[in-house]
């Protein structure tokens, strides 16, 4: 950390600051600047120590060095972290796809769709049996009854589940029939909820916060690994700007970055992340040739009777244009998609 | 509910879009526009109803006319609602000042706070117990010992306590020493915890998201009053934007904005909203003068050795100097600050 | 500056940044952190060093230590700057209200409107000769025409005139009638333009850009003081944010902010910033409250028969009303209106 | 255009916007919904219609239908537009690459660069002579010295030149050198400068504001097509938002969007839509996957000296690494690159 002094700081607060690190195990070292003086400060610094040292007398600001995340950063583990989800390994040089629809509404609906997303080369399901509705009066889902129908079609299909816990309450449910736990967008920074789904032990595919930047995304993720549970999933699904004509702005710089600053693997959300089916197909390869270790998209039987996001849900037939493209730009880059993959080891 | 149709559309794709809304009990009222057909819907709209038109063939987007929030409307009821915390009322034309440290950190700090800021005319204490913080090392409370601490505060000063809960597990806890239940704005849109809290019968402080626009806001607070607690007071707490000088970007606007859309009342919190003390003084006035109902406060004896949030407490002097202000800008605008309102009638 | 190098870093990316600094003339003073090494720059910083240092193999970051502006900081000139437009000082400690049509659309209008300001205490009369409008096919003023029957409602009303300029072909034309050159929020970073007008020497009105930092604010005002001319008034109009409520949010904090950070006067445009007429009087008390050291307001005898931005004028009523209520405030925070303070010193 | 009443409008305010609709020559229909009146207005709808509409009393707002800009619609030109640069076809379902320097420095850096890059399958050269630049004490450009030096490089190269116009004063001068006049984000909606450009009537490059929709950015377009100029490159270049991980958020979302809406063809800005250069390729990657018709690239022969955007830049190597990257992933989508185009017709 440095601490950067006001021009025409006294001797007095200039001769506090230094007194106050020493107080608490730091050291200080003044650089005297043609304007202003700095501290550098030496010591393993603590979070809260920043606030208090820009309340001090003569002091202008202080600037963090280190990232305050450790243990999902690229420093502390060199090496890609690959999430082993009954088999299907996320972020090992492949494209993994998790597809289904948006919420499970039947027992038709969901049957229908695994069958056809696993013959076009998904690798898990998705599929919503608590959701998280804008408001009160919206469709909120089957709740235990969706679940059991999630389960059914992994029984049938052998396609692994990932489906979201909102709520403490229902942490234990889920965990019962989910082989993978979603925190979703609204919940990314409920810091209680990420520590009762990270006990459980299963793999967490922790959705950005539609406003959270790249640092408050990793220090969420810092919560379940300091947990002990290593097995996380970025899911970059769009952020929310001034652009109104798509439902978010896709950040596909993240993808990359996240790459560069932690070991995990990431995905895309191209579904959220546009909110209109029309774009989910060229999205979806920007993402894959931008480095995404794969994913997650909303496919439907029947898009215009969906109870939930049906503007944004693929049919099957597009569903398939986007695997085959998508296979296609994962070549170009120098991967396979998860279940050739699988297939090719069979 | 408006559905315009693609320009060059065929005769069976706006046939079908009359049969699906006669199908689900609407009526459709087409209008040939110089460029655009358009078909006016009559009838009660369901939520989804908007996704399934627009992904029909034909259809280039739907607009909604009426809002999508009924219950904290203006429309349906038009009277400012009064929020009562045990005699403080909130919304009744006065200013309310919730003042107290960011998190409670000892008994004397708890106790020297509450004196001091019902001395200088506070209504309400403020405390965190329980601490949503972005990064898994920080401090994160006291947990029920700050309750604890919150509650003899409370009975010494005679001032109600308003505190965080941020999780349902604690719902229970923190209902047994509150008096107002606050909502923090990472768990703005955690409807589980909003249903949950709503339940417990209390006024609840619903910070606004640091990304909500005005009617996520309104709809949050929708999930509260649809389990039938109509004691929300609503709290500006900055958005997030580009702006780096700022912690968060004070939208003023929002002030005027929901008390014409909404009957609530509405606060604002600029220790949240400004991240700076110095900035906190001059932003209350600005926040009472456009007609905020109340300021939410961080005071504490000594911020430069706070656990938290340091950089934006105020000092009981800088806080009396802000009392005094904004009563002038108060008296100004027509209003009374409430404890001199509570004064007058005794 | 400091350089702060990549954990890491071999011994020769270390000297290679050190020689760099003694190559450009700057001395280098390294601090070895527990987790990394930071150096600290002496010596007068140019600004592309941090670009250049940032590209250096070993270096993770720079950081900027003192700001980029300097003749229109506090620390270059602690007292206020005060603006004299003919007589009207703006930042004087008076709120300044400069009040007038969007546009100059006839004779009739400009001369009823501007009697009509006048007499309700305006300083300034404001009107559009050359309009900024985002599609082409929009009404784009009545150009010269315009500006003659603004220096003509000059010539019965002794207002000074505040008009807009937007291109260096119209620098002279705007020059020979304006008694301040606006700079519009389109413009805000059009530095050519931004010197051109600097030039003149007259007073510039220069509005934030509407994705502009403080910091990028303070800079385009640092092009026309580095031109030899110090009276610029700035004004907050609105920052483009998610919100879609409201035109634009008004960045309430900026006020004080940008009374700390500098000496020039810093004024409120509310009708631009909220962008609806009914929003305009509480959000005019509100930044004069927070500190504003006027506001320009659109003003029309007719708004819905305006033929720009008709949505966000005042009628001569409501502007009688924000003048009076604007009033009390001023003085409740300890200021005078500009027009009182003429008034009372004749 | 759709007209919607407020829920408790009288029969007079009903009538008022009838006979107004009427006197302006459009006929208004009402539709009667559950809860509001909405009036569907028929006829060609000038753009100010709607701010004279909403000020009416009983008026709660106004909804467009059609979109504002015309001339660069895909409903008026279904066709896309192949713009020709000196026999370089951007648009023709290819990938045109754009490179060079940020700054032109001197003749030894702009030689050698124009040769590296055409070499390594560039169709244009790049170049700035002026410079727009934050802060008035940064390097600004050789001016006419650097366009010479740009058509130097053209003349030993066959490369045509890409070059920023940033004033209407430098029109002439540009346009005597440039064979493509580029719009910069600061100058996005500096309406005269656009309409200046366009009547040179060489191709224009105009890059997205950083905080334009993409609707304003079409409606730029508009400027320069209404002046008879249909030869225009958009050029998405990163918006900006609260993320400050990076320089601007790259919107990947509007390449597939504005192919949609508009025959324009557009291209990608990786190095300002990152700021980093480690993030360039993969971002190249997925903009071309995504759709774009083209990249534009800082490359310098020795990043960590250039004058200008240096932590941005590429070397010769990293930018050989890019292009044989891209287009492997052109072909992937079906595409060519440019230069192979011809190359194979030769």
New interface residues.
């Given amino acids: 950390m440095?601490v950067?002094m006001k021009?025409g700081h006294s001797r007095d607060e200039f001769d506090g600051v230094m007194r106050r690190l020493e107080e608490v195990g730091l050291s200080g070292?003044p650089?005297?600047?043609?304007?202003?003086t700095?501290i550098?400060?030496?010591?393993?610094v603590?979070?809260?120590l920043s606030?208090?040292?820009?309340?001090?007398p003569g002091v202008d600001s202080t600037?963090r060095?280190?990232s305050?995340?450790k243990l999902c950063s690229r420093?502390f583990k060199p090496a890609d972290t690959i999430v082993d989800v009954k088999g299907v390994k996320v972020g090992a040089g492949t494209v993994a796809v998790i597809a289904g629809p948006c919420a499970v509404e039947s027992e038709e609906q969901v049957m229908t769709t695994a069958r056809a997303v696993k013959e076009r080369g998904a690798s898990m399901l998705r599929g919503g049996a608590f959701k998280?509705?804008?408001?009160?009066?919206?469709?909120r889902g089957l709740e235990e009854e969706g679940l059991k129908l999630l389960a059914q079609a992994r029984a049938e299909t052998g396609l692994p589940v990932c489906t979201e816990v909102?709520?403490?309450?229902?942490v234990d449910v889920v965990a019962r029939y989910a082989d993978v736990m979603q925190i979703g967008t609204?919940?990314a920074?409920?810091?209680?909820?990420l520590e009762e789904v990270a006990k459980v032990g299963k793999p967490v595919l922790l959705k950005r916060?539609?406003?959270a930047?790249?640092?408050?995304w990793l220090?969420a993720a810092?919560?379940i690994l300091?947990k002990g549970n290593r097995n996380v999933i970025l899911c970059e699904r769009?952020?929310?700007?001034?652009?109104?004509?798509?439902r978010n702005?896709?950040?596909?710089?993240?993808?990359?970055?996240v790459k560069?600053l932690s070991h995990l693997p990431v995905i895309a959300d191209p579904s959220h992340?546009?909110g209109k089916?029309?774009?989910v197909e060229?999205?979806c390869?920007?993402?894959?040739?931008?480095?995404a270790d794969g994913l997650i998209l909303e496919v439907h039987p029947n898009?215009?009777?969906?109870?939930?996001?049906?503007?944004q849900?693929l049919t099957f037939d597009s569903f398939e244009r986007v695997m085959q493209?998508t296979a296609?730009?994962a070549?170009?880059?120098g991967k396979r998609m998860e279940r050739e993959a699988v297939g090719a080891t069979a």
């Fill in positions: 440095m950067v021009s070292h650089i005297e600047g043609a304007e202003r700095v550098g400060v030496v010591g393993i603590y979070p809260e606030d208090e040292l820009e309340t001090m600037v060095i280190s305050p995340y420093e998280p509705r804008t408001s009160p009066y919206s469709f909102m709520s403490e309450a229902t609204r919940n920074q409920n810091f209680f909820l916060g539609m406003s930047s790249v640092m408050d220090l810092e919560y300091a769009g952020i929310r700007t001034f652009e109104t004509a798509t702005t896709m950040d596909i710089n993240a993808i990359p970055l560069e992340g546009t089916w029309h774009l060229p999205v390869l920007g993402m894959v040739a931008a480095g898009p215009d009777h969906a109870l939930s996001d049906g503007a849900s493209r296609t730009v070549h170009a880059v």
